[in-house]
C-alpha cells in the first residue's frame, strides 16, 4: 500500500473514529510525522476549526503532542 492510501485510509478511519481502535493502541495517537504536521494554515484551513481538535488543551484527539490553533496536518477534517 502506498503511503498516501495509508494516509486516505487513516483520514476515513479518524473521521469515523476508528482510527485509535485499528491502527494503533488506545493511549496512543499518531505521530506528527505520520499525518504531516505543520504549525501552519494550509489552504486557509488550520486545526482550530478541525473535528479532532481540543481547544481546552491545545490537543488533538488522534495527533501526539501539543498542537496548535493556526497548525494542519493531512487528516484534517473541517468542522460541519
Ligand atoms: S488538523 Fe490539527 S486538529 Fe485536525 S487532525 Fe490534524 S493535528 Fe489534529
Redesign the pocket.
Known sequence: MCSMCAIKIFKIM?VLGLAGFYSVPLYAKTP?EI?K?QETPKDG????S?????AETNE????EGS?DPE???????KLP
Open positions: 479518524s506528527k499525518v504536521y484551513n488550520a486545526c482550530k478541525c473535528l479532532h481538535f481540543i488533538c484527539k488522534t495527533v498542537i497548525g494542519w496536518c493531512s487528516i484534517y477534517f
